[in-house]
């Protein structure tokens, strides 16, 4: 893949490969799953969380049937049930069809069964093999096929479902002596033909199912079908995409119907949109929750926050973590909130920072206000109650309160609580001083 990171934590619309093949695994409801890691095992580990899994290391690992033989090592699987194996770089393998090879298999008497489908790029892929009666006999690998086998269009990416004691009896066929050689799927199929065991398919839901990840285009390519999907899934729930093609929505986002996405809009995360918002071109919104009827204009960032309903952003507006945007509440041009609550009715419209502060209902926040919440070591935090009016270009300089319909006057420096209904001024007084412009030109 040309990078530093495992493939399997390279981001595949927006979630690490691995998330997708759990996510996939997790509807089958497996007994046990156990993740075998070899390459970068170290890495690959401290993303797996709080998951439920066993974790097997297996190095060097001579590719994927050779780190099958680590779930002997580890303990006895018993011989039955059905084992489920999975290449971590196949992400987009849907939870039906899945079901429907377990299904298959435990309904069969097939040692073992692969999940198979007619590729339109077959490059790459095992193409299976059968014989004039279709019964599969085996595999052939890219670089191993011969030209007439390449043309066999029916392919399978190493996702299979076998018996305990199939597979434990084709691993024990093989030897590992020689550290440069792979063992591929196709040599586990042929030694269980071998062995007298029969091998069959089931077919994907969908063909593109079965692709595997082994560049950055195919990344790329199946990032973009990931995100039609999303877009497709909204659009039939009655969300308005403008154009689906540029727009972003992980998998874990929810949308109300009758909101609008415009070009370019990307929802991360666990983004929740409401009923009837509209969404302006150019906004990235990540683990935000918005209530419905909200509007976010232009070039707007929104990050691990609650908007309610009726609130306006924007343009260029940034909303940091943990700030809460009251009812009908405005956030105009290049207007930042961090760690703040907006109250209802609310607007701070204009070049205004806000942090750490707890602002009431009805507020005024001129353009140029700065809540100076940061003093080199500790966060303070800025009240402002609610009514109160506070002046363009003052500066809040916190630990500080605003009372309720208190106002501050314009170009203010506030270090001290104003009271309710009081008026604050901090600033020089004005002096003029008649006809020094014109004698610092002339030189008088």
């Known amino acids: 893949m040309g990078t530093t990171r495992p493939k399997v934590l390279l981001p595949l619309a927006g979630i690490p490969l691995l998330d997708w093949v759990f996510r996939?695994?997790?509807?089958?409801?497996p007994d046990l799953t156990t993740v075998v890691l070899g390459y970068s095992a170290e890495n690959v580990a401290t993303v797996?969380?709080?998951?439920?899994?066993?974790?097997?290391?297996?190095?060097p690992v001579l590719g994927p049937v050779h780190?099958?033989?680590?779930?002997?090592?580890?303990?006895?699987?018993?011989?039955?049930?059905?084992?489920?194996?999975?290449p971590a770089d196949v992400p987009m393998l849907g939870p039906e069809t899945l079901k429907a090879l377990v299904a298959h298999r435990t309904g069969t008497n097939a040692a073992l069964t692969m999940v198979a489908a007619s590729a339109e790029r077959p490059y790459g892929l095992m193409r299976v093999l059968r014989n004039e009666a279709g019964d599969v006999v085996g595999l052939a690998?890219?670089?191993?096929?011969s030209r007439q086998q390449r043309a066999i269009r029916e392919c399978t990416s190493g996702v299979f479902a076998c018996t305990p004691a199939a597979l434990r009896e084709g691993l024990a066929t093989f030897s590992w002596d020689n550290v440069e050689r792979e063992r591929t799927l196709s040599e586990l199929v042929a030694a269980l033909r071998?062995?007298?065991?029969?091998v069959d398919t089931i077919t994907a839901r969908v063909p593109h199912e079965i692709r595997g990840i082994n560049s950055q285009t195919e990344l790329a390519e199946a990032s973009a079908m990931m995100r039609q999907a999303k877009c497709e899934e909204l659009m039939s729930a009655g969300v308005t995409i403008i154009d689906p093609a540029t727009t972003y929505v992980g998998p874990d986002v929810e949308v109300g119907h009758d909101t609008v996405l415009h070009p370019n809009v990307y929802l991360e995360g666990r983004t929740k949109i409401g009923a009837a918002c509209e969404i302006?071109?150019?906004c990235r919104l990540v683990d935000a929750t918005l209530d419905d009827h909200v509007v976010v204009l232009n070039y707007c960032v929104v990050t691990d926050s609650h908007v309610h309903a009726y609130a306006q952003l924007g343009p260029f507006a940034h909303i940091r973590p943990g700030s809460d945007v009251g009812e009908d509440a405005r956030v105009g041009n290049y207007v930042e909130l961090k760690k703040t609550r907006l109250g209802r009715k609310s607007k701070a419209s204009h070049l205004t920072y806000l942090g750490?502060?707890?602002?009431?209902?009805d507020v005024n926040v001129g353009a140029g206000v700065i809540t100076c919440n940061y003093d080199g070591t500790h966060k303070h935090p800025t009240v402002i109650g609610d009514g109160a009016f506070i002046g363009s270009d003052s500066q809040l300089v916190a630990p500080v309160s605003i009372g309720r319909g208190a106002f501050v006057a314009a170009g203010s420096s506030i270090t001290q609580d104003v009271p309710d209904e009081s008026l604050?001024?901090?600033?020089?007084?004005?002096?003029?001083?008649d006809g020094w412009a014109k004698r610092r030109r002339t030189g008088e």
């Open 24 to 29: 996939s695994v997790a509807a089958v409801e």
């Open 48 to 59: 797996l969380g709080t998951r439920d899994v066993r974790v097997l290391t297996k190095t």
């Open 67 to 86: 780190a099958l033989t680590a779930l002997l090592e580890d303990r006895a699987s018993g011989e039955d049930g059905t084992v489920l194996v999975f």
């Open 141 to 145: 690998c890219e670089k191993d096929a």
């Open 194 to 198: 071998r062995l007298g065991h029969d």
């Open 280 to 282: 302006h071109a150019g």
């Open 356 to 361: 750490d502060a707890t602002i009431g209902e």
């Open 424 to 433: 604050g001024i901090a600033r020089s007084r004005q002096l003029n001083k």
